[in-house]
């Protein structure tokens, strides 16, 4: 199986800021930052989620590490 991902309000990340959803509705472009360790392997991911009126939704896709899967974000 693949390596666990959490998601963190800042970096470095840790237990002090993880989210505690992997939803979120920030009122202004928010940067959070998706990370993810399996043995060697750790990447830490900037995840901007900008603001724009009218609520224009996105999909993106996201590679944890270097010839890792891809994670769709929705």
């Known amino acids: 199986s693949g390596a666990p991902i959490?998601?963190?309000?800042?970096t470095?990340?840790?237990i002090l800021n993880i989210l505690s959803?992997?939803?979120?509705?920030p009122t202004s472009t928010?940067?959070?930052?998706?990370q993810s360790v399996l043995n060697d392997c750790e990447s830490v991911?900037?995840?901007?989620?900008?603001?724009?009126?009218?609520?224009?939704?996105?999909?993106?896709?996201?590679?944890?590490?270097?010839?890792?899967s891809l994670i769709n974000l929705l």
């Open 45 to 68: 991911v900037p995840l901007i989620v900008t603001v724009l009126p009218g609520g224009i939704p996105f999909t993106t896709n996201l590679s944890v590490c270097e010839n890792g």
């Open 21 to 25: 959803s992997t939803t979120v509705s």
């Open 6 to 10: 959490t998601f963190h309000s800042a």
């Open 30 to 34: 928010t940067t959070y930052y998706a």
């Open 12 to 14: 470095p990340p840790s």
